[in-house]
C-alpha cells in the first residue's frame, strides 16, 4: 500500500502563487519505476489530469494545455515528496487537488484518472479575482 498526503492549499488572489506538496509514505520503494501525478476537481465538474511526472532518473514531466507554462510539478526522490509549484493562479484553478500514484505505468504517465492507483485526500486552492 502507498499513502499519499497533500497540503500547501489555500487561497490567494488572482495572479498569485502557491506550492502544493505531496508525501509520499508506504511500500514506494517497491516499484521501480512509477509515475505521480496532480489532479484537480471544482464542484460539480468531473476530476482532470494536471501534470505528472515520471519518477526514475529520466523525470519527464508533461502537463494540460491550461496550466503550461504557469505550473511545474517536481519531486525529491529521497524524501519522496511531490510539488506543485503553480504560478499566475486565475480564478478558473479554483478546486481541489489530488496527488496520485501509478506504479505501473506504460511508456509515457498517463493522464487517465482511472489508471492512478493510490490517492491524497485532497488540499483545496481558491483562487479570487
Known amino acids: 500500500q502507498v499513502q499519499l498526503a497533500e497540503s500547501g492549499g489555500g487561497s490567494v488572489q488572482a495572479g498569485g502563487s502557491l506550492r502544493l506538496s505531496c508525501a509520499a509514505s508506504?511500500?514506494?520503494?517497491?516499484?521501480?519505476?512509477?509515475?505521480m501525478g496532480w489532479f484537480r476537481q471544482a464542484p460539480g465538474k468531473e476530476r482532470e489530469w494536471v501534470a505528472s511526472i515520471d519518477i526514475d532518473s529520466d523525470g519527464r514531466s508533461s502537463y494540460a494545455d491550461s496550466v503550461k507554462g504557469r505550473f511545474t510539478i517536481s519531486q525529491e526522490n529521497a524524501k519522496k515528496i511531490l510539488y506543485l509549484q503553480m504560478n499566475s493562479l486565475k480564478p478558473e484553478d479554483t478546486a481541489m487537488y489530488f496527488c496520485a500514484a501509478d506504479p505501473y505505468p506504460g511508456y509515457y504517465c498517463a493522464t487517465d484518472v482511472n489508471r492512478y492507483n493510490y490517492w491524497g485526500q485532497g488540499t483545496q486552492v481558491t483562487v479570487s479575482s
Open positions: 508506504g511500500a514506494v520503494s517497491i516499484y521501480s519505476r512509477y509515475c
